[in-house]
């Protein structure tokens, strides 16, 4: 079998070469040969025309402090690189693309002042540039066309942290407790004037939307030029709780009766229903709740019925209905 196989090669292979022998020994294969010979001596002229040829081109350098003290914190966020667009003929450009550019150096020293800010103008960006371009090249554009810097050399500042944004849940659940972050202050490095200007830290403003369960979300911080905030995000958290119906049955008190009278209530007690975390079902008794009638409210009411009203409530007791919303009553007056 393997004998048989190297056979088989060795037959392709001599009938390839054979037609490759009388292929190049056609008058059809002089022409392709002379056809492409032509066709690579004319790309050959115009790449070398090309290059003589003025031309535009984008490159990147990037951008290097020096001299910087360790006691310095750069506080803002600077491009890395500078884009600039050059003009010159297409054999200088090519050398551009091999030998490719070195950082653009800004010593530190130079421009230190005691403000924390500094800004380097397109002037000089362009003569740093310029120390890397032959004198034939033309330097079209530059972007960003200048350059600010801010830095701080003091140890931060301590602010608090504000949370900025909505939450609402679906109908069946409710936020059970406060929105917590895992920090409540964050440490600001800034030039003075800009510290001395800030009162709080504040979030993105963020807006959560039909919550069914505890969520977490990470938010990240809102900038303030010229400073550097640690962190720049946080986790928040949104306690959600299922919400349940409770029903309990409560006396009715009477508020602001005179010591000489006597208020009788028809019924005396009332239904009170309300929804509440599942977490308080049990926490709930009577309490908690207190539901009353005003004695006041009688020089204003020209019936025998006065309205009931909640007079005290636990904050996590939502959609609460009493039944029924008012009732009757009779005063007599006590014999002293």
């Known amino acids: 079998m393997k004998k048989a196989t190297e056979r088989y090669i060795q037959i392709k292979i001599k009938k390839w070469l054979h037609n490759a022998k009388v292929f190049f020994r056609s008058e059809r294969s002089k022409e392709v040969i002379t056809f492409l010979l032509f066709l690579g001596l004319s ?3 115009w790449v070398l025309q090309s290059l003589n040829e003025e031309v535009e081109a984008s490159f990147k350098i990037p951008i290097r402090f020096t001299n910087v003290p360790d006691k310095v914190m750069i506080t803002n966020e600077y491009p890395q690189y500078l884009d600039i667009r050059i003009r010159d003929n ?3 450009m090519m050398n551009y693309m091999i030998d490719r550019f070195v950082p653009v150096e800004i010593d530190f020293n130079q421009y230190q002042n005691k403000r924390g800010q500094f800004t380097i103008s397109l002037a000089k960006l ?5 120390k890397q371009l032959k004198n034939t090249t033309g330097l079209v554009s530059i972007s960003p066309d200048s350059l600010t810097l801010y830095y701080s050399q003091n140890r931060g500042a301590k602010f608090k942290l504000r949370l900025v944004g909505s939450v609402s849940t679906v109908p069946q659940c409710v936020i059970n407790g406060e929105i917590s972050s895992g920090i409540d202050s964050v440490t600001v490095y800034a030039p003075s004037y800009i510290l001395n200007s800030i009162r709080t830290i504040e979030t993105d403003s963020f807006a959560l939307r039909n919550l069914s369960d505890t969520t977490v979300y990470d938010l990240s911080l809102k900038k303030i030029r010229g400073a550097k ?10 306690p959600v709780e299922e919400i349940t119906m409770k029903k309990m049955t409560l006396a009715v008190k009477i508020e602001n009766i005179p010591d000489n009278m006597t208020m009788l209530l028809f019924p005396a007690t009332v239904e009170v229903s309300y929804m509440l975390p599942i977490s308080h079902f049990a926490k709930v008794t009577a309490g908690d709740i207190e539901i009353g009638v005003d004695y006041g409210q009688i020089k204003n009411n020209s ?3 006065l309205a009931v009203k909640v007079l005290k409530q636990p904050s996590f007791v939502k959609h609460l209905q009493v039944v029924p919303d008012s009732i009757e009553y009779i005063l007599e007056e006590k014999i002293l």
């Open 229 to 238: 905030i640690v962190p720049d995000r946080v986790k928040i958290m949104v």
């Open 303 to 305: 019936g025998n019925k």
């Open 43 to 45: 790309f050959l002229f």
């Open 126 to 130: 362009s003569a740093l540039v310029r």
């Open 90 to 92: 297409g054999t200088t």
